[in-house]
């Protein structure tokens, strides 16, 4: 039995050390403790363990101090060669700061036949990987070994094990279990290997024959251009395309610097193929494509009146837009390249008032190229500006996408949504759309996947949008505001009759011969069957009734099929929208004010209740933002602080007030239903209703004053579709009665206050007593 030792340990983390081995050890703290404690000793020995995460080493290998002294780097080192393994035991005291353990070395093994075979088979599996990586030196030096313990211990230097594998041979005391171990693992190194080699020899292969082909279409382009065959490939066509191509200077010498770059490149290169793309999309645009204005000043307010009824301010728009173009270019003002006449319009409505269809028009009337880009949803400014063409799939954005569609660098671009852009992480669109829009600034237009200037000052750019609310200030600025507030019943009659009848009649297979429909049918549908700013429900609703028709002439009905006032409820139903103002103001504390929705103007009634006792000062409903909240704040406190010059009894004012804005389901904000909420008040307060034929608008102040509103015009429009024949505007907006349709001011009588109390005077209707002073 071997003879145990009380050796200094020493734990290692990075090495796993086996008998046979000479190693280098970095000498720290404990390391030259442990060194210190050896060399105290008679025979300078040390053991050497792996250090374990989960547990302390069973076996160590015991060294034995060969040299201390520096590494090249200057740091404190020792060499310690293995000269056995030892079982680790119980901890002992010894001299120093070194960890003192029992060791027990371990005997070597019998050697049985079997292990002679395994001994046997492990050197033949070594020898023959040391040869497969031309080893040749240590394929002799391994050769020459014959104590299996000592064959078997090499596994240390083993590049193919890793340390969790060693530190299990280290802890394999058995002879027969160390070299079974050693032969699986080897096997499956080999197995490993010869994959690899199989796949490496494939790549190399591969790479030979791409090669070869690449030479071959080398030579094979080099016989044909000597003998003057077929026509020119590659690199060669592109720099034939860019010298004849018409573009100008700057953007020709960027193509022949991307040339040069393809011609130096491979063709298995990745950047070529970014090169080629980049090189199409620049050849393919219109550089110095333009197509010729129509200057005819009448012939084009023609085209526009034949095409759209009404619409006069944009009508007027484009016309002066024309004859400032004719003018520019009858003194040579227009150059390629210099800032032209570009304009930028911006048409803002309701839905269905033909915003996007007038970007057509004009296009017809000028006789330019038509695109549009439609914006709604856009959340990625490389939308606008385009990729960097480092990127994988990188595109140029819709401007430029756009004019290469177009043909032509003056076409009508029409913007459409542009209130619709939103911004992400990714970056904000309309911020990118600034410099578009701008005037001064897209003459040298920059596009991220171009890189080259593009000349954008003679595109007209006119874009839409439903509320200007929701465009960025400083987008907004640069462009020209041009209104569409909606239309009158007359002009929807108009429009019926002229643009959406014979549409409808072609879509349904029906003549003039077989159906007709008379104006009384067309005014009730477009009064009590529609209740919108544009047309669009209204053209349903005559493709309703023409189905209809189409199915009667089917079914045996002679012709023709007059639709008039009497058979609309056969074919499409009864009146969705009936005058209600009488009926809803018929109580007191109900008042009928105006507003504007992203859908066009609205009628909008306020409801004002008496809360019992114990409640809150002042309860709020119908989804109220907090601009109308402050409102109802402001009119209460108003009503309240004039109560008794209102005919107001005090005491009823200091119950709770709960005020109420129908549809609960529709958000609403803004400080315009001041006034109506004030009436509304002193309604509920003295027992008066409102007159169901008025309406109201205004901003109210703390003092009384009616302040200013936006939307005039949608606003009395929808006044007149409610049936609405007097409303109280606020004085300072007298100027935007301009811009209100003559029929609209016969039909609805506008009084133009400063001060609620003269809304009050009028609005309310007279008291069955009186008692006192009536508010004037």
Request: charged content about 25%; cysteine-free.
């Amino acid at each position: 039995m071997s003879e145990t030792k009380n050796l200094p340990l020493l734990f290692l983390s990075d090495v796993v050390v086996l008998p046979g081995m000479v190693v280098p050890i970095e000498l720290d703290e404990a390391a030259q403790a442990a060194v210190d404690a050896a060399q105290a000793t008679e025979g300078h020995e040390l053991l050497v363990a792996p250090r374990l995460a989960d547990r302390y080493a069973e076996y160590g290998a015991v060294t034995t101090i060969e040299k201390v002294g520096r590494f090249s780097r200057g740091g404190p080192a020792a060499v310690l060669r293995a000269t056995g393994r030892a079982r680790i035991g119980s901890g002992v005291t010894g001299p120093g700061a070194a960890l003192w353990v029992e060791a027990t070395p371990v005997e070597p093994a019998e050697l049985t036949d079997h292990v002679r075979e395994l001994t046997a088979e492990y050197k033949k599996l070594v020898i023959a990987d040391l040869q497969r990586r031309e080893a040749w030196q240590i394929v002799d030096q391994f050769s020459s070994l014959i104590d299996p313990e000592q064959i078997a211990d090499t596994a240390g230097w083993a590049p193919y094990l890793n340390n969790d594998r060693k530190r299990e041979l280290l802890e394999t005391p058995d002879l027969e279990q160390r070299l079974t171990l050693l032969v699986e693992w080897l096997r499956e190194h080999a197995a490993e290997v010869e994959v690899n080699d199989s796949i490496s020899n494939e790549v190399r292969e591969g790479m030979e024959k791409s090669q070869r082909e690449f030479l071959l279409r080398q030579q094979l382009a080099a016989i044909r251009k000597e003998l003057g065959e077929g026509e020119p490939d590659g690199a060669d066509d592109y720099r034939t395309r860019v010298e004849t191509a018409d573009v100008p200077d700057a953007v020709r010498e960027a193509l022949l610097r991307e040339v040069d770059k393809l011609e130096r490149s491979s063709e298995q290169s990745p950047e070529t193929s970014w090169i080629r793309t980049w090189l199409d999309t620049v050849l393919d645009l219109p550089w110095n494509e333009k197509t010729t204005d129509h200057v005819d000043i009448d012939a084009a307010r023609a085209v526009l009146d034949a095409d759209h009824h009404g619409l006069d301010d944009v009508k007027d728009r484009i016309v002066e837009y024309l004859a400032v173009r004719a003018r520019r270019a009858e003194r040579g003002l227009d150059v390629v390249g210099g800032r032209g006449s570009g304009a930028v319009i911006l048409l803002a409505g309701p839905p269905g008032v033909g915003k996007t269809s007038l970007g057509e028009s004009v296009a017809r009337t000028l006789g330019r190229t038509f695109v549009r880009v439609a914006l709604g949803g856009v959340r990625d400014e490389a939308e606008i500006r385009g990729h960097r063409r480092t990127y994988v799939g990188a595109l140029p954005g819709r401007i430029v996408r756009a004019i290469k569609e177009a043909g032509s660098m003056n076409p009508v671009v029409l913007l459409d949504e542009v209130d619709k852009v939103g911004s992400d992480y990714r970056g904000d669109p309309a911020a990118a759309l600034l410099e578009v829009l701008d005037p001064a600034q897209n003459h040298t237009f920059r596009d991220h996947y171009l890189e080259l200037d593009l000349d954008l000052s003679d595109v007209l750019f006119i874009a839409t949008a439903n509320v200007v609310e929701q465009i960025p200030g400083p987008l907004l600025d640069r462009m020209e505001l041009v209104t569409l507030d909606g239309y009158t019943e007359d002009d929807k009659v108009a429009i019926a009759r002229d643009f959406l009848l014979p549409r409808q009649l072609e879509r349904s297979a029906l003549t003039t011969d077989e159906v007709s429909i008379t104006d009384a049918a067309l005014r009730e549908i477009a009064a009590d069957y529609t209740r919108e700013a544009g047309v669009r429900q209204l053209e349903r609703i005559l493709a309703k009734a023409f189905r209809k028709a189409a199915t009667k002439l089917a079914t045996g009905t002679p012709a023709p099929v007059t639709i008039d006032v009497a058979e609309l409820k056969d074919l499409i139903g009864r009146p969705r929208f009936t005058p209600d103002s009488h009926e809803r103001t018929s109580e007191p504390g109900v008042a009928t004010g105006l507003a504007v929705t992203g859908l066009g103007g609205d009628v909008l009634y306020i409801e004002a209740s008496v809360l019992p006792e114990g409640s809150s000062g002042l309860t709020l409903t119908g989804q109220l933002g907090d601009v109308m909240k402050e409102s109802a704040q402001i009119a209460l406190t108003y009503v309240r602080s004039h109560a008794v010059e209102l005919g107001v009894d005090p005491a009823r004012l200091d119950r709770p007030v709960h005020v109420h804005v129908p549809a609960g389901a529709v958000p609403k904000d803004g400080p315009s239903a001041g006034v109506t909420m004030t009436t509304a008040l002193v309604s509920l307060a003295t027992g008066r209703p409102v007159r169901g034929e008025v309406g109201m608008t205004g901003e109210v102040s703390l003092t009384g004053r009616v302040m200013p509103i936006g939307g005039l015009k949608q606003k009395l429009l929808a006044a007149q579709r409610a049936g609405l024949t007097e409303v109280f505007v606020p004085k300072r907006n007298e100027p935007d009665l301009d811009d209100v349709p003559a029929d609209v001011l016969e039909a609805v009588t506008v009084h133009l206050v400063s001060d609620v109390r003269e809304i009050l005077a009028v609005a309310l209707e007279p008291a069955a007593t009186t008692t006192g002073t009536v508010a004037a």
